[in-house]
């Protein structure tokens, strides 16, 4: 990597927030895929990177404003630049923008939610706060920002940002990066107009655009030819307003030392020994935030109506380490209901046999990991999953990953998992969990090994090289050096 290069990283959620304990602020970890995924990349960086998120609650307003950030780089090791925004602004632009519209849009999951059509108050949300968020985003970016500078904008936020950006600094070279899915016009068509066309045209602001695999760059593409942009599939380009952005894929990896790390330390291992003490029977585990597109009220069922058919696995134990997300808004609040409520038919018929955790304890999770036989991850739609990938870096029993063919993480781990074809069909669910119980100890052996080394074949260090390397030669007026993707 140049020795000069300058990075910008640009996202809503940063990788830390602050809590306020005795008198003073305490730090976490940023919640949710991106945040835990950058942060590494960043440290990498040092010293070369600067890092501009939002101030996501009140606390973290607080804090800012009390000068807490300002220490963050001798704790991270770079710099982190929070934006204060109004808290009845940022309400609209995160929840009713980001939260209710574009992400249930780049999930298809208008018909799972109910959600059916929108009115004034979401145009208005668009307008007031979802552009003039993102457009404040794109000035801090011109604040910090060298004319050299590569400029990384992540998520579905912040997508209008890059077009921002592109108006003030027509040579600037500007990435954009989307960690979820991005199902393609289905979803994103039935938001109001203008907003599909500003999202699309938003983006193509950026030089670069990354997904995490092929499936939601076609997605993407398809939107693009929606909007009247020129495709060209087999380059992975799009011209449009005179300009060309490349399209790519980046599948996100993990970092395997740290987590092992951190999963051997004693608070993870006396979980893992909890956990191991729990039954004779086989362990499912899953972990997740309560989101809707993870389908866990799905898993729950599908596991209720193996137990009610299968007898003989009444040992069998599923531990659920989840944690709350996103409770201001109530699609997110009554799916936590629903969990509750799917939890307790289950326990009822079958005692004790689902343990429900909704406090986020990242040592429990990674004790839990550690002790699997079966590892749950049955997304509706996801742009990677990071746990499918965790999961079989530190589990020590061999245990099978069942997975959703609609997880991005699929692409790279389907062969070596038992797929479940269609998340919405609980027992397709409950039949491929079967399917994992029952699998013998030589092909569960053979199959865990495999992923551990499809999973540990690249680093979080090959995978920002290889997005900074791409923008190199675009910067320089070449070709991104990763291929384009290629259509089965
Ligand atoms: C997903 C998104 C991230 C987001 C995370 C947690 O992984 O791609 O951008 O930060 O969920 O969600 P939250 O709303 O808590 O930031």
Redesign the pocket.
Known sequence: MRDDLSVVLVS??GPVSFAQENGGFELKRG?????GALDPVARRLGGRVVWIAAATSDEDRQAVAAGAADGLQDELGYPVYFLDFEPEMYAKYYDVVS?RMLWFAVHCLWDELGVKEFGDLEIAAWNDAYQPVNERFARAVLEIAESDSLVLIQ?YHLTTAPGFLREARPDQTIFHFT??SFCGPDGLERLPAPIPRRVIEGMLGADLIGFHVAAWVEGFLHCCERIGAQVDWAAGTVEHGGRRSWVREYPIPIDPRDLRERSGRGEASAWARRFAELTDGPLIVRAD?TEPSKNIVRGFEAFGRLLDRRKDLSSARFVACLYE??QSMPEYRRYIENIRASVASVNHRHPGSIQLFLEDDYDRTLGALREYDVLLVNPIMD?MNLVSKEGPTINERHGVLVLSRQAGSFEELGETSVAIEDALDVDAISDALERAIGMGQEERERRALELRTLVEARTPRDWIEAQIDDLIEVQEGREPKTSPCTWG
């Open positions: 809503n959620r919640a949710g895929g991106l945040a939260n998520d960690h979820s935030r997300s996103r742009g």
